[in-house]
């Protein structure tokens, strides 16, 4: 692909980081089903009246392929997903091939190797890339990262720029936390990125500086969709009409592997610095509040996050308001890397390269071509997102 | 006044209708709160950054008079208020001066006299508005309507047009339902006019026509201070990320004299058709669910709302909002009537007439031009009200 | 049967008016899946630890057939519950035989004749049960009413003694409402009776003296499956901590056939009424507050308490408490349906009679032997019942 | 005093430990504006019918001091609390009188003295405790320990033993906890003990043994006044009804010296050990879930308690309860130490002796004679209380 002059995206395979996990597997399925007609496209942003006319790469159009470390075919992670709530067990007969073309396309991820420099990793990560692009002639590939959220990333001094990176790469087995390895290996297959997880990804300025380089778009981080979603959309309430937040409290239950890494403080803090940052942006920083994520394995894949809310009203009168989402994580997900993707590709097709800041609406931490504060108000980032594909807000 | 090609609002004077209820009391004891620097301006939409240079007159230049038929002095309303929560106690000494002043201008409101012709009952308002606007030389006065919610307008043909009013108000005594016959004498006395309740008002035909001929700018109806505010948040989200939202269920339990009126089914009808358009014209009219409103005489001046929302999500995958709000509707209401005053007076500085859709950010149902969707997003109408009063958005 | 000296239970029918509605459905299913050993008995009362010597006949033991007017097949009746959540899909296979046996035992239900004595009906569905109970050899046949609720009951003279029944009966086509009619019916084929709807039933005086008569044991009504089971939970905390309840409030969101029932305001009626004794008797009758029911279609089987209590503590303090309730009631009711059975079953091997206030703790509106207040409180009416199957409360 | 055989209480004296606390201050108003009418006896337990015969001594008659180890007097607290909304700023008048007796029979507290045994500190709190009953002509004092939480105390070889908690104190600095000290004092001045916190208190073997040997009743811990109530009251509902709940959660949010008493982990582990065992004996041991604890300045004197319960019914069918608690915990708790000490001084004149177990209804961890399971279940607790001060229970 690459001729960059032509506006249309092309043929477009999505390669995910995560392959097998329940994000990747949703997505997979979702894609056949709703490509299919087997059900409408809800909760699908790409496919709203609004983006009819953007020239977006069409659903049943996506090939997928990916990396994993684990081993469960996709068919099997569908079951249990169907299972567990997170679709019904009606579709599975009619994506059942879909899954399975999937699975075919699925690598081994990248493990460790104590004593051999990381590049050597990196290379084959990028070969098993280029050539599911070759063999399925795709103009081109969106590489979007699902695995599990790591912690933050150890710092290190070729982080800060590529040449030092490229020198290290080459001789040093541990320079690059595994989701900025996977990001290295992306570019280098000529692939735009997605960080849909708060890791460390691409953001190292060592990898940045490689995407200008090559001019790739890239767009993260952390996707946008639960608890900070309603409270990206809430916290402009009190911000538009004066009413002073004095704490925003939140509580998360979840089961599922998510669950579990976050039940990590590591991880975890990757996450809750990720979370708070929307609402500091739009409320400032004097509001009080911790917000838990609380591992409960009986909860499955269902996710119940609730959020007390203590404001002052006129003369200081004090008021609250609470909410309480149950929402299933994965399926809230999957149709948003499958937007992704076919956003980040058309924004390739007409030549955009760097940080797409238009996609903003679509994550809790969104990356940015430098300092400013970012836009975290949902429906001023949705307007931004619909004027760009429209050609108006470019 | 009236040179409408200066941009100064000048010297401003608020007339309630229903100058002695809850909303007009808190809005007059806070006007001197805040113009004193007792409190901050918290809940004050025009202090926001956003309009410091908007040119609007300053809340400690306001004079406050009105109609009602009530006599409870205000000091006195304030203390009741006071101990009901709606504001600090401690705030009354400091503020006393301030509500005697506005008590002295309070006169008599509108009761039916069933043998004259309504007219003469206009006559009288309107004399009464005048006289305070000449007694304290103001440039002009805003009269908004914040009494009782009335049912909806039993219809009659002279509310078509502005010569059949004037013939029918000449020689009958019903025509025009109260809330009516107060916009009415407004305009007669040339000033601007605000809707803060979903009573009739302004709507008719005639007294648009009759706003329209005097060059009169007015706005309405409905102040959006609770759930309402919230949906008109919220349901953005659902909209904006394709989620399809299967049933919007509510219930509002209050006290207070709003409470007793909206216990009257027929009140009731008004206020819901009011809170429905909101919902309606975000999500589309295949949202199920019904709303409450619950008269309970204990919760006095405090509102509870519960909003149940089911959606559906990615591949029909079914989950839930809820939110609670509880707040106290004097105190969210008073500063959106300042902040309304204070706008439709810079607009009218500017020369603007007729409905003001830029102010559609304060209601539940916005007045507007002609019979086009209004938009009900909060966050757009925000961005709309801050691009008009810096002078982008005219 | 009925040698009532006997203290074995015996072979025991279940015999369901409305035998082709969810509940009966679900609790077929049920007693099938926990006989099997399939799933564990949760949700059973009468598999308690407490009741494990209390000599009730056996769930694999139960022998099941009904009344009904529609005709959808039991084992497709059960596929739509499991399509909509009410249990697994996965149990269907290992129930379908019991389904298909209690679907060969289901008889059309009463239809109004209007022009023939209401005696024919009431003798046609007598005989249906008594032949069920002779073609499986049973000791005993619990009948339990499952079918909609009804409204209230129109007045007729001959509700108040059985001679004027009898009489009327013979000779009149409407004399009792459907739910009473199947009451008598059942009497008359010496069958024990239980009502888990608030329908009028069994109630009425002068069915109540044929139970004497005969010396059959009965038990209603209204089973008490989640808001009112919440609230009786909950009310004596308030009333043991002498903490003043000002207001209780809530709403009811559901879909399913009940909530089409409950839909017409006639029905409501009878369910409101039934909701609210159990708060008045335990915190009196001072306590503010509606309760509503919205018929929700998209709700399907899933029901949705909001409650709202705003109480007062020490020195008048204002505290609030608010719950939601998310369950499924047919699978809350069909466990209870089961234990019903089983435990009327049981009373009657004893030699139990008229109203057995024992089972209270099953009931919204529990029926007693005379006038006196019924004992609401949740686990005073455990105690109660450990205690009469134990022995030591008779 | 000390004639047990006299089955009235007496004329008694209440000693707070931390008698300048919110809740200690809110006691002593509290009895005062109830002893004199000004307000009903709301949240008061022994003032509910079910006790008017068990010869408690009247509120009007109870006569406070207590230690302390800040200064600031009683009616400057009183406003303070007032001011926070703890109970209205109208009472505060006819209280002072109350307010300013109670504070002249406040004494220094117990400070560590490093290099003094710290028999000697416990001499100096028991000779205020007797300075007290003597001057006022007491029969008897009860004293309750309303004091901050403690840590769980640090082992010592001297607690297990009378003899060896004598030795020690005789010659060490650090042998008790501060808490178990006031309760070392209490009994060494003859008084029975109440611990309504959760700090060590009496509960150390050899402090247990003194009370045996000097014929002394107590009771704790903990007292139960917002989530845990909430807990035991809901509780038995699940357990008695077989549906098994998977996991309860909670958040706490609050404010006020206890939340940030409660900020420190090590604090918060003595409180979040006594939350939980209510739940583990009433729903057994497999339950999931964490209980928070968030210190949220800005809430001031309010608790907000978020509780999730997610549970299976028949057949596996998952469903959830959520409640929300918005109490004043000094308001809860106060009629509560009021209550205790007039059960207890009841208890004491009939010659109880040792942990009073018919008190449990007060504690979140009752304190029992034996290694037996606690009752926690809320209304049996009630139960055995009415019982027990009927007569009937003893």
Redesign the interface.
């Known amino acids: 692909m690459n001729d960059t002059s032509t506006r249309e995206p092309g043929r477009t395979g999505v390669w995910f980081v995560g392959a097998r996990g329940s994000v990747a597997t949703?997505a997979v399925?979702?894609a056949a089903?709703v490509g299919a007609g087997l059900?409408?496209?809800?909760?699908?942003?790409a496919?709203?009246d609004e983006f009819a006319d953007a020239g977006l790469p069409p659903v049943d159009g996506l090939v997928f392929g990916g990396h994993d470390v684990t081993d469960t075919p996709l068919p099997k992670r569908a079951e249990q997903l169907a299972a567990a709530?997170?679709?019904?067990?009606a579709?599975l007969s009619g994506v059942e091939a879909a899954l399975r073309a999937a699975d075919r396309e699925i690598r081994p991820g990248a493990r460790p190797a104590p004593d051999r420099p990381q590049r050597e990793a990196a290379e084959a990560l990028t070969a098993d890339i280029v050539s599911f692009r070759d063999r399925h002639g795709l103009d081109q590939v969106v590489v979007v990262n699902v695995s599990s959220t790591e912690p933050p990333a150890a710092p290190h001094p070729a982080h800060h720029g590529l040449t030092a990176l490229e020198a290290a790469l080459a001789d040093t087995p541990h320079v690059l936390p595994t989701s900025s390895l996977y990001a290295y290996a992306a570019l280098r297959a000529d692939c735009g990125y997605v960080d849909f997880t708060p890791s460390p990804g691409i953001r190292l300025p060592a990898l940045r500086e490689l995407a200008a380089l090559r001019g790739l778009p890239y767009a993260g981080s952390d996707g946008k969709t639960g608890e900070t979603?309603?409270r990206t959309?809430?916290g402009?309430?009190f911000a538009?009409?004066?009413?002073?937040v004095?704490?925003w409290?939140g509580?998360n239950?979840l089961g599922g592997g998510d669950g579990a890494t976050l039940a990590d403080p590591e991880a975890a803090l990757s996450k809750n610095t990720s979370k708070r940052s929307g609402l500091t942006a739009i409320l400032g920083d004097q509001v009080?509040?911790?917000t838990?994520i609380?591992y409960?394995?009986?909860?499955g894949e269902l996710k119940?996050a609730?959020d007390?809310i203590?404001f002052?009203?006129?003369?200081?009168?004090p008021?609250?308001?609470?909410?309480?989402?149950?929402?299933?994580d994965s399926?809230?997900a999957?149709?948003l890397v499958l937007d992704l993707a076919r956003f980040l590709a058309r924004a390739r097709g007409d030549g955009a390269t760097g940080p797409q800041e238009q996609l903003s609406?679509f994550f809790k931490d969104p990356v940015r071509a430098d300092g400013s504060p970012a836009e975290h108000?949902?429906?001023?980032q949705?307007?931004t997102l619909r004027a760009w594909y429209s050609g108006d807000g470019r």
Request: aromatic content about 10%.
């Open positions: 949703t399925a979702g089903a059900v409408p496209p809800v909760g699908m942003v496919e709203l709530g997170v679709f019904p067990p579709l979603l309603v959309a809430l402009p309430m538009h009409r004066g009413l002073r004095r704490s409290s509580t239950l009080e509040g911790l838990h609380d409960v394995p009986s909860m119940t609730w007390h203590a002052e009203g006129f003369l200081g009168t008021m609250t308001l609470q909410f309480t989402w149950q929402g299933v399926a809230l999957a149709p609406f108000r949902l429906v001023t949705f307007e």
